[in-house]
Every structure is written in structure tokens, then in C-alpha cells.
């Protein structure tokens, strides 16, 4: 589904990714965790095409990125931050994404219903709470039938009630076919859900599994010992 | 591309004839055209004043309300990045989006004092529509440079100062610089020089524009009268016209170009 191959980032003389390749199958939920200003989010943006490579190539689809946009329809994504234009409302943002992603039918409005986004419709953004404008987020990244769904850092915010309705949507969706990708700088409710695990640290991958092959019970202890050991260490 | 650029603008539109700002904006409009209409017969005098508070506030509100509301609205760019949305589409829907309500303002501002008292004088239709374009060129001219700054720089607080600066730089430092130029150097042949330099700020030609249609090159200054000397009305106004059109084109491909090789 997204293939990535020896991707290099840097900002001027910081290296934000080094020589990442990665495989990312159809149908799998990907975590990709680290501390912070390890590269997640840079990884995601460049998926996205917000950003470009310095060196590398990225196919999604088998397609390879270039700066063509089209792409984009297939994929969902709900950021660390999300901010609309503060006078509109709720309802508008809906309708705007509709007309432009020219999508009518078809649409998953579960999300909106389950968070009951639908009494904040005539709200405006301006008015709405950090974790209502997350929701809205959320639903809006579901809501096209998106193939690939990225979702960067998506608990931060929310409570544990809207969590679990997240968790179980992104469960569902899972079961339906879709790919899922998510960050977290710490270890998330949402751990139990993922297939494989990819590790990021300075802006490498040092660690990149799938579940059934960690041995360790505890994926916590795995991630410490990495933290702790990584200087001076090898790593395979 | 076109039917998704109309799209953009509309909600953007939505968004901002929303904002406080802008009712003050067409309130300040309002209330200093109705005053000028209501103690004044002479449509030339009514004309020069409207001018120079247009061209004191529309590039001051035009290009620090673009600079604010793109930084304000990081996220929401970057949001629309990650959709199906061509960065050009993007770009320009943000840009016409931006500027249509400004523009708004000012037609609907002194409009309606105009339609109130529209009745009180002879209106000359012809300098009425320079009054009324250089108006809208105005607010395109500034909000281009706004877009241009806001792409090239990612520090908010850098970028308003340069906008500031803009501004400042081309309503009182630019005239400073010219009369010192005047005055150091009246001993050599100035004209082709001091023509140049009119075309090089943007609020200059406007002012130009409207001198040469009002016949009163000689009350308002040097510029005026060369521009009067080496033109004839017509053609200046011609002149000015395209390059005012260039200085809000310029600074938008050059900032469009910028936005399409961002990294956001």
C-alpha cells in the first residue's frame, strides 16, 4: 500500500529522517511511535506530500509521488492540530469538504453521531473546545471512505469515553480493509489494536516488527531498553 | 481547478465578512465618506480626500489583515494541503478569498454614503471609476505583498514587522527619500529618475493615476507633474493602470511559486 524507500529529510543542517524504508501492507494498523522530535510527524507529512524528500522515493498505491495531489483522495487524515477558519461553523466545514472533495454519497458519518458532533453544528469554530475541535477531526478524517487513514497523534485530547469510540471505529475499519498509521510519543490506549510496530528515534527507524514477533509480553519494557541502551549500541 | 477555486473562495468569504475586523473596516468607510459627502459640494475636493484616506488605510488594513489571517490560519492551510486541493487551487482561492471581502468593504463603505448624496453634485463618471479601481488594486497590490511575506517567512511576529514595514516604507519613508533626492541633487536633469521611481511605489501611481484625471498635476507635486510632462493624461493613466497591475501581480506569482515548493 505505501512503500517507502531510503527517504532522507533535512531541514538545512538537521536531519529529521535518515534513510528510512519501510513497507506498509494493506489492511494493517501501523504504530509508529517515538519521542518527541524523533520524526514521526515529518514521516507523515511526507507521505501527505506537505513536505518533500531530500533524497528517496515514496509510492502509495505502487504510485510514486511527484507532487501530483490526486493521490489524496484515498487517504484520510487527521492531524496533531487541526484549526478551520474560526468564523465558520461546524455544519459549514462538513459541507465545504464535500464540495471539494466532490463527495455526496457514500459518506461515513458514524463518527459524528457516536461523538454527538451534531449539537455543535451551528457552533462556531472559534467557540469550540480543544477536545470538540479533535472530534471534529476525527470525523472528518473518517468520513470520506478514505483506503489509508493517518491519524497523527489521535488521542491526544480526547476523553476516555470519545477514545474508545475512536478506538472501536478504527477497529471496524481495520476489519473492513483499511490501512491505518498512527503516532503517539507514548505508549497509547490504542497500542493493543496495532499489527506492526516501527520504532523511531533521532530520525531512523531502530526498531520495526510485527506483533507476533515480539517475544517481550510488555512492549513497554522493549521500548526502554531500546531508549536506554541507544548510545553507543548496536542495533539490528 | 476553477469550479474548486470557487469553492474555496466562498467559504472564505463565508469566514470573514464574519470577523469583527472587517465590520470596523466598512464602519470606518461608512462614517469618514458620509462626513466628507455631508460638509462638501465640490466633487473633486469629495474625490481628493476619499483618495487619501484610501490610500492611507486600504494598504495599511490590506496588508496587515492578510499577514494575521495567514498566520492565523497555519493549521487550516496545512489541513487543506493534506486533501485532494492543488497548491496552486489553494493559493489563489486563499488570496481572492482574502481580498474580495476587503474589497467588499470598501465598495459597500463609501458606496453608501455616495448613493445618499449622490444627488447633491455632478459626478464626473470617470474619475469615479479610477477613484473606485485604484481602490480594489490597492487592496490587491497589499494583500499580494501579504501573501508573499506570510509564504517566505514562517516567524509570525518577523513577518508582521516587515509588513509593517512595508507599509510605512511606501506611504511616508519613500517620499522622504525622494525629496531628499530632490533637493541633494537640483542641479541635474531629475525627471527621467523621479518618473522611474514613481513606478517603483505602488501608492504613488495611484495617486498619479487620479492627479492626471483631475487636471491638478500641479498641486500635488513633483511626480505629478512629470508624469504629466512626459505622458499625456490618457496614456498615464494608461501606464499607471498596468503598473499597478504588475506590482499585485508580481508579488503573487512570486509568492505562488514559493507556496508550491513549501514544506509545511
Redesign the interface.
Given at each position: 500500500m505505501i512503500r517507502i524507500k531510503n527517504l532522507y529529510k533535512s531541514?538545512g543542517f538537521v536531519d529529521a529522517l535518515q534513510n528510512i524504508s519501510l513497507e506498509i501492507e494493506k489492511g494493517s494498523i501501523t504504530y509508529l511511535i517515538g519521542p518527541n522530535a524523533s520524526g514521526k510527524t515529518t514521516l507523515i507529512?511526507l507521505i501527505?506530500?506537505?513536505?518533500?524528500p531530500t533524497k528517496g522515493e515514496i509510492f502509495v498505491n505502487g504510485i510514486k509521488l511527484n507532487g501530483d495531489?490526486?493521490?489524496?483522495?484515498i487517504?484520510g487524515?487527521m492531524?496533531q492540530?487541526?484549526?478551520?477558519?474560526?468564523?465558520?461553523i461546524v455544519k459549514?466545514i462538513f459541507n465545504?469538504?464535500k464540495?471539494?472533495?466532490n463527495n455526496n454519497s457514500d459518506l461515513d458519518e458514524e463518527l459524528i453521531e457516536s461523538f454527538g458532533l451534531e449539537k455543535e453544528f451551528d457552533k462556531?469554530i472559534k467557540n469550540l473546545s480543544g477536545g470538540t475541535r479533535q472530534k471534529l477531526n476525527a470525523s472528518i478524517a473518517f468520513m470520506f471512505n478514505p483506503e489509508i487513514l493517518i491519524l497523527d497523534e489521535p488521542t491526544a485530547g480526547l476523553d476516555p469515553l470519545s477514545c474508545s469510540i475512536l478506538k472501536e471505529k478504527i477497529k471496524k475499519e481495520n476489519q473492513n480493509g483499511k490501512t491505518i498509521i498512527f503516532t503517539s510519543h507514548i505508549l497509547s490506549e490504542l497500542e493493543e489494536l496495532a499489527t506492526t510496530f516501527v520504532f523511531l528515534l533521532d530520525g531512523k527507524i531502530v526498531l520495526s516488527k510485527k506483533k507476533e514477533e515480539i517475544k517481550e509480553s510488555n512492549l513497554e519494557d522493549v521500548i526502554i531498553s531500546f531508549m536506554k541502551g541507544i548510545n553507543g549500541e548496536h542495533i539490528n | 481547478m476553477v469550479n474548486t477555486l470557487i469553492k474555496i473562495i466562498k467559504y472564505q468569504i463565508h469566514d470573514i465578512i464574519r470577523s469583527k475586523w472587517i465590520l470596523i473596516y466598512t464602519i470606518f468607510f461608512f462614517a469618514f465618506s458620509y462626513s466628507i459627502f455631508s460638509f462638501s459640494d465640490n466633487f473633486t475636493k469629495i474625490v481628493i480626500s476619499l483618495l487619501n484616506v484610501t490610500l492611507l488605510f486600504i494598504p495599511l488594513v490590506s496588508i496587515i489583515f492578510g499577514t494575521i489571517y495567514l498566520y492565523n490560519n497555519k493549521e487550516y492551510i496545512v489541513f487543506m494541503l493534506s486533501q485532494p486541493i492543488k497548491r496552486e487551487t489553494l493559493y489563489l482561492g486563499l488570496y481572492f478569498g482574502m481580498a474580495a471581502p476587503l474589497i467588499l468593504s470598501f465598495l459597500f463603505g463609501a458606496g453608501i454614503p455616495f448613493l445618499i448624496f449622490v444627488n447633491k453634485f455632478t459626478i464626473d463618471n470617470p474619475i469615479l471609476f479610477l477613484l473606485i479601481t485604484s481602490g480594489i488594486l490597492q487592496t490587491l497590490i497589499f494583500s499580494s505583498l501579504a501573501f508573499y511575506i506570510t509564504t517566505i517567512n514562517e516567524n509570525k511576529l518577523l513577518g508582521l514587522g516587515v509588513s509593517i514595514f512595508f507599509w510605512l516604507f511606501f506611504t511616508a519613508i519613500y517620499d522622504g527619500i525622494i525629496l531628499l533626492l530632490l533637493n541633494n541633487f537640483q542641479d541635474y536633469p531629475l525627471e527621467k529618475i523621479s518618473l522611474a521611481l514613481t513606478f517603483l511605489n505602488p501608492i504613488d501611481l495611484a495617486r498619479v493615476l487620479l492627479i492626471l484625471k483631475l487636471d491638478i498635476s500641479a498641486l500635488m507635486g513633483y511626480t505629478g507633474a512629470v508624469f504629466q510632462k512626459f505622458f499625456s493624461n490618457s496614456f498615464g493613466i494608461f501606464i499607471s493602470l498596468i503598473a499597478m497591475t504588475l506590482w499585485f501581480l508580481i508579488p503573487l506569482i512570486a509568492g505562488l511559486k514559493k507556496f508550491i515548493k513549501k514544506d509545511f
Open positions: 531541514y507529512k501527505l506530500g506537505l513536505i518533500k495531489y490526486k493521490y489524496k483522495e487517504i487524515y492531524p492540530v487541526a484549526n478551520f477558519p474560526e468564523n465558520l459549514e465545504m469538504l464540495e471539494l472533495r462556531q | -
